[in-house]
C-alpha cells in the first residue's frame, strides 16, 4: 500500500530496563537493573555527560540480577559499591581503589586478590558466601576499617590480621561459623572499635581498644580482658546466656557508656560499681530477671540512667549521690511500684519517665520544680508543699487535669503546707479546678 512496514524488535522478558543517574559530580555514576555493563556504561556515560568509564571516581551498582562480569579495569576508580548483584562472579582491577562495598552477591564466592588494592581504606563485605578470605587482605596496610557482617559460611579470619598496622574499626557479626579471632589481632595497635559475635576473645590483647560491641557474650568465655583502661564505650546485645556481670567491670575507670541490651537470664550486677568513676550514660534493657542495681549510687558521674523493660522492684536509697543525674527513665519495668524518698534530693534531675511502671504516687521529697519534665503524667499523685507552688506548676502542664482540693483545708492554712490526706491528682479529660 505504499507504506513503510516496520518491524519491532523483541525485548528478552528476562531482562528488564534499567536506569541510571549520573550525581552533580561528572565522575559518578549510579546503576540500577542493568543486564551487562560494559557497553551500558559506554553509553549511560555520553548520555549523562559524564567521563569515560575508565575515568570513573566512583561507581555504585545495584540490583543487578543478571549482571555477570564487570569491566576488567577501571583505573581511577575510587569507590564501587556493589549491592543485590546475585549473579556477579568477579570484580574489577581497580589500583587506586579506596572504599570497596559488597552486599548480598550470592554468587561471589571467591575474594580476588587482584581486587584488593594497596590504597583500600574501608573494606565492607555483607552477606556474602565467602568461605575463605585471601592471605592478601593482611597486605592492605592502609586498610583502616573492616567489616564482615552476616557471611554465614564463613569460618575464619586470615592468621596474619595483625598485619594491618592502620586498622582502626573492626566490625565481625553475624557469623556463626566463626568461632575464634586471629590471635595476631594483638598487633593492632590502632584498633579502637570491635563489634563481634565472636565467643571466644581475650581482650586484653588490645590494651588500646576504646570501643566494643558484643554479641551473644556467655559468663564464662568472655570477660577475661575487660581490664582495658582506655575502654570507653561497651556494648552487650543479645545476651541470651548471660547470668551476670564480672566484678571486673566495676574497675573500668575511662567507661563512659555501658549498654546492656537483652539479657533474658541476666540476675547479678556487681554491688559495688564505684571504681567506674567516668561512666555518664547507663543504659540496660530486656533483662526481665534482674530485680535490683545496688551499686547505682556509686556512678557519682552518670547522667542519664535508662533501665527499661526489666525486673526492678525497687530503686536504691544512695541515688541522692548522683549529682550529676539529669534524665531518668524507667519505661516498662512494670514490678516498680514506688521511687526512694531520696531522688527529690538530686538537684540535677531533669526528666523523668515512668511509663509503663506501677509509680502512682511520687515522693513528697521531689516536690514541684520549674526545671523537672514528668513523662507519663497520668493518674500520678503525690502531697504538694503548698497550694500556690502546686498551681504554678500545673499552669505550666500542657495536659489537662484535674486538681481535687479540699479549699477549706487551704484556706486553713493560708496556702502555706497542706496536711498530709491532702493530693494533687492527675487525670486526663479534665480540667484545672482552684
Not at 272 to 279: I, T, W
Not at 319 to 325: C, I, V
Amino acid at each position: 500500500m505504499g507504506g513503510t512496514a516496520t518491524r519491532e524488535v523483541p525485548q528478552s522478558p528476562a531482562l528488564p530496563l534499567y536506569h541510571a543517574h549520573a550525581p552533580p559530580f561528572n565522575d559518578r555514576l549510579v546503576l540500577t537493573g542493568v543486564p551487562f555493563i560494559t557497553s551500558i556504561l559506554e553509553s549511560t556515560c555520553r548520555q549523562h555527560g559524564t567521563v569515560p568509564p575508565a575515568q570513573l571516581r566512583q561507581l555504585n551498582i545495584k540490583n543487578c540480577q543478571w549482571l555477570e562480569v564487570l569491566p576488567e579495569e577501571m583505573p581511577e576508580l575510587v569507590y564501587l559499591t556493589i549491592t543485590h548483584c546475585r549473579a556477579l562472579r568477579g570484580l574489577t582491577v581497580a589500583p587506586k581503589l579506596e572504599r570497596l562495598q559488597i552486599h548480598n552477591c550470592a554468587a561471589l564466592h571467591t575474594l580476588d586478590a587482584s581486587a584488593l588494592a594497596q590504597s583500600l581504606t574501608f573494606l565492607e563485605l555483607d552477606r556474602c558466601v565467602f568461605t575463605v578470605l585471601p592471605d592478601a587482605l593482611c597486605a592492605l596496610i592502609k586498610l583502616q576499617t573492616l567489616q564482615i557482617i552476616g557471611c554465614d559460611q564463613l569460618t575464619c579470619l586470615p592468621p596474619f590480621l595483625g598485619n594491618l598496622c592502620k586498622l582502626q574499626s573492626l566490625r565481625v557479626r553475624s557469623c556463626p561459623l566463626m568461632t575464634a579471632l586471629p590471635e595476631s589481632m594483638g598487633d593492632l595497635v590502632l584498633l579502637d572499635l570491635l563489634e563481634s559475635s565472636v565467643s571466644h576473645m581475650n581482650l586484653l590483647q588490645l590494651p588500646r581498644i576504646q570501643i566494643v560491641i558484643l554479641s551473644h557474650p556467655t559468663c564464662s568465655d568472655l570477660y577475661q580482658g575487660l581490664m582495658s583502661t582506655h575502654m570507653i564505650h561497651l556494648k552487650l546485645t543479645n545476651c541470651d546466656a548471660l547470668t551476670a556481670l564480672p566484678d571486673a567491670l566495676a574497675s573500668l575507670a575511662a567507661l563512659r557508656e555501658l549498654h546492656i541490651d537483652q539479657a533474658p537470664v541476666l540476675t547479678f550486677v556487681p554491688g559495688n560499681l564505684s571504681g567506674m568513676v567516668g561512666l555518664e550514660k547507663l543504659f540496660v534493657k530486656g533483662c526481665p530477671r534482674l530485680t535490683r542495681i545496688l551499686g547505682l549510687g556509686d556512678l557519682r558521674a552518670v547522667r542519664h540512667i535508662f533501665i527499661h523493660h526489666c525486673g526492678i522492684t525497687a530503686l536504691p536509697d544512695s541515688l541522692n549521690d548522683l549529682s550529676a543525674l539529669r534524665d531518668l527513665s524507667l519505661v516498662g519495668c512494670d514490678a516498680l511500684t514506688c521511687l526512694p524518698v531520696s531522688i527529690g534530693h538530686i538537684d540535677s534531675l531533669r526528666s523523668l519517665n515512668l511509663d509503663g511502671t506501677r509509680c502512682h504516687r511520687l515522693p513528697a521529697s521531689l516536690g514541684y520544680r520549674e526545671t523537672l519534665t514528668l513523662y507519663n503524667r497520668q493518674n500520678i499523685t503525690f502531697p504538694p508543699p503548698n497550694v500556690r507552688d502546686m498551681l504554678q506548676f500545673l499552669r505550666r502542664n500542657d495536659k489537662p487535669c484535674c486538681i481535687l482540693l479540699l479549699a477549706m483545708a487551704a484556706r486553713r492554712y493560708n496556702d502555706q503546707s497542706l496536711p498530709s490526706e491532702l493530693w494533687a491528682v492527675w487525670l486526663e479529660d479534665f480540667y484545672l479546678l482552684y
